[in-house]
T-cell receptor, first 111, second 113 residues
Framework: SQTIHQWPATLVQPVGSPLSLECTVEGTSNPNLYWYRQAAGRGLQLLFYSVGIGQISSEVPQNLSASRPQDRQFILSSKKLLLSDSGFYLC??????????FGSGTQLSVL | GNSVTQMEGPVTLSEEAFLTINCTYTATGYPSLFWYVQYPGEGLQLLLKATKADDKGSNKGFEATYRKETTSFHLEKGSVQVSDSAVYFCALSDLQGAQKLVFGQGTRLTINP
């Protein structure tokens, strides 16, 4: 089965600082990859998805960007964090019609 | 576009009570439907799923039936336990293209002994 590695687990960053969250996948090739955000008191919102290397689709306009430099690597970035970027970020992977596997998440606090 | 609406929480019940968490969806085509659960301090994990109308997904005593006529996928359990305390997410996937999962807002469930 697939394993999702996501780090760091927690991150506290000042407003205006850059961000880089990394996600790597084991146990599958050419998965679809996703970044979700869970803001406090709200549900899971799909931010980005990727069906292949270099292919990124954005679901909502925002201050963040994503990249997929390798088949099993998915990176979430920002040049300048905003307070509203705080939340719990989850990377997920899916291969063909298998279930969605989630990483353990990164709790980001922007102060 | 596709969307999922869940019963608002939080929901607090006593042990052995009957549980229903409502979920309705809006989608084009025939999506697959899922319930995911997030236990305290853990990541999301799949609880159950149904891939076509009238299918019943079940796991750990939980059940949900895919109702196309009412566009619903309500989660039920006959007798809840303290260990069922978690956040429950209803979701749908069209299984096309990027196979995106669209989640509801989540329902926090607390079971008191």
């Amino acid at each position: 089965s697939q394993t999702i590695h996501q780090w760091p687990a927690t991150l506290v960053q000042p407003v205006g600082s850059p961000l880089s969250l990394e996600c790597t996948v084991e146990g599958t090739s050419n998965p679809n990859l996703y970044w979700y955000r869970q803001a406090a008191g709200r549900g899971l919102q799909l931010l980005f998805y990727s069906v292949g290397i270099g292919q990124i689709s954005s679901e909502v306009p925002q201050n963040l960007s994503a990249s997929r430099p390798q088949d099993r690597q998915f990176i979430l970035s920002s040049k300048k964090l905003l307070l509203s970027d705080s939340g719990f970020y989850l990377c997920a992977s899916r291969f063909l019609n298998e279930k969605l596997f989630f990483g353990s998440g990164t709790q980001l606090s922007v102060l | 576009g596709n969307s999922v609406t869940q019963m608002e929480g939080p929901v607090t019940l006593s042990e052995e009570a009957f549980l229903t968490i409502n979920c309705t969806y809006t989608a084009t085509g025939y999506p697959s439907l899922f319930w995911y659960v997030q236990y305290p301090g853990e990541g999301l994990q799949l609880l159950l799923k149904a891939t076509k109308a009238d299918d019943k997904g079940s796991n750990k005593g939980f059940e949900a039936t895919y109702r196309k006529e009412t566009t619903s996928f309500h989660l039920e359990k006959g007798s809840v336990q303290v260990s069922d305390s978690a956040v429950y997410f209803c979701a749908l996937s069209d299984l096309q293209g990027a196979q995106k999962l669209v989640f509801g807002q989540g329902t926090r469930l607390t079971i008191n002994p």
